[in-house]
T-cell receptor, first 114, second 112 residues
């Protein structure tokens, strides 16, 4: 079974520029997550989708971050404009359902803002 | 609110030493508990889980028991290997819109 796919793996941008990350979850997984992991910390949930609807985006900085999951499959996370503190690994993950299930993570997209 | 607290690292051990990484939680209801592991340069992957009180999760020589009375889910391994060097995350999740919450992670270094 194919895992969660993410791209690009690495990105370096200047502050105030924009960046987009793409994610394709495991086939059949209804729930898709975007997490931000800052070096030395645990993953912080940015947004959670159930099919193509948003379940939780309470920690998403909506003035600069946006995410969509068209057709309930793959998803894009965008940052515009980027700030230095956005330097982190952006982890996409998926699970069969939204509660109590194992979450399967992609390898992450490493963002450095300079 | 719901939370997970795990011991701070880094933890440095010699090969074949006994490992314990403490994890305690605060939650309403009956969450499922997880340990995830993150090897260098990789995403997180499930190590083991337990879905109800007194359940023991186990995998690759690692074990953790869901202790409701002490709200704990400590990770243990009898004899660590160099290849176990990684960051370990304790997490909880539940039903009814209970989102998954991760601890801050504990980095383990195992020396040959």
């Amino acid at each position: 079974e194919a895992g969660v796919a993410q791209s690009p793996r690495y990105k370096i941008i200047e502050k105030r520029q924009s960046v987009a990350f793409w994610c394709n979850p495991i086939s059949g997984h209804a729930t898709l997550y975007w997490y931000q992991q800052i070096l030395g910390q645990g993953p912080k949930l940015l947004i959670q989708f159930q099919n193509n609807g948003v379940v939780d985006d309470s920690q998403l900085p909506k003035d600069r971050f946006s995410a969509e999951r068209l057709k309930g499959v793959d998803s894009t996370l965008k940052i515009q404009p980027a700030k230095l503190e956005d330097s982190a690994v952006y982890l996409c993950a998926s699970s069969l359902e939204s509660s109590g299930n194992t979450i399967y993570f992609g390898e992450g997209s490493w963002l450095t803002v300079v | 609110g719901n939370s997970v607290t795990q011991m701070e690292g880094p933890v440095t051990l010699s090969e074949e030493a006994f490992l314990t990484i403490n994890c305690t939680y605060t939650a309403t209801g009956y969450p499922s508990l997880f340990w995830y592991v993150q090897y260098p340069g990789e995403g997180l992957q499930l190590l083991l889980k337990a879905t109800k009180a007194d359940d023991k999760g186990s995998n690759k020589g690692f074990e953790a028991t869901y202790r409701k009375e002490t709200t704990s889910f400590h990770l243990e391994k009898g004899s660590v290997q160099v290849s176990d060097s990684a960051v370990y995350f304790c997490a909880l999740s539940g039903t009814g819109g209970f989102k998954t919450i991760f601890g801050a992670g504990t980095r383990l270094f195992v020396k040959a």
